[in-house]
């Protein structure tokens, strides 16, 4: 069964500061893994999709790594803004033919002006 | 382009009641998920559709049932709802998936509240 872990589980940084968001899972055997972004009570927006094959995937201040073989993965938050306030979850399809995702605990990040 | 949308936003029920989520997903995508988020809780899997039959289910009772729709709408219904029902429902959806997987998209969710 795979297990998603994100940590931390909260951070605040200054406005400005660039920071690393983690996230590990057990079961190496993933087609790709997804971040997203939620505020508060409201949905998921897709961030970034690194397939299996890739090492990295950039979108503006967002870059994320994906080394499958030690089951890790991180998104890079460049110069950060208080708007990048929000949980960020990252999620691998579950296993086998079955294509649902597994989702991390989420890490809050608040980001002080 | 739309993006996945879901209807009601807010939906308040009464316990032993029937609840029905409805979910529109983006134009070309014929996966649809549907996801529960209790507070407290993380994001956990319900159900997968796709091409208009139920693909995969999470650990949720048999009350928890769905379909989808020849156009690849779908509707969630929840039976006979419990307090504990109370969560946020995601749906998202997907192209049919592929050996390396595909990009989900969600909507804004359904708040399911039962008093």
């Known amino acids: 069964k795979q297990e998603v872990t994100q940590i931390p589980a909260a951070l605040s940084v200054p406005e400005g500061e660039n920071l690393v968001l983690n996230c590990s899972f057990t079961?190496?055997?993933?087609?790709?893994l997804q971040w997203f972004r939620q505020d508060p009570g409201k949905g998921l927006t897709s961030l970034l999709l690194?397939?299996?094959?890739?090492r990295e995937q950039t979108s503006g201040r967002l870059n994320a790594s994906l080394d499958k073989s030690s089951g890790r993965s991180t998104l890079y938050i460049a110069a950060s803004q208080p708007g990048d306030s929000a949980t960020y979850l990252c999620a691998v399809p579950y296993s086998g033919s079955a294509r649902q995702l597994t989702f991390g605990s989420g890490t809050q990040l608040t980001v002080l002006p | 382009e739309a993006g996945v949308t879901q209807s009601p936003t807010h939906l308040i029920k009464t316990r032993g009641q029937q609840a029905t989520l409805r979910c529109s997903p983006i134009?070309?995508?014929?996966?649809v998920y549907w996801y529960q988020q209790a507070l407290g809780l993380g994001l956990q899997f319900l159900l997968w559709?796709?091409?208009?039959?139920?693909?995969n289910r999470g650990n949720f009772p048999p009350r928890f049932s769905g379909r989808q729709f020849p156009n690849y709408s779908s509707e969630l219904n929840v039976n006979a709802l419990e307090l504990e029902d109370s969560a946020l429902y995601l749906c998202?959806?997907?192209?049919?998936?592929?050996?390396?997987?595909?990009?989900?998209?969600f909507g804004q969710g359904t708040r399911l509240t039962v008093v």
């Open positions: 690194i397939q299996s094959s890739q």
């Open positions: 559709y796709d091409e208009g039959e139920e693909r």
């Open positions: 134009s070309g995508h014929t996966s």
């Open positions: 079961d190496s055997a993933i087609y790709n």
């Open positions: 998202a959806s997907s192209l049919t998936p592929d050996y390396f997987g595909t990009e989900a998209f």
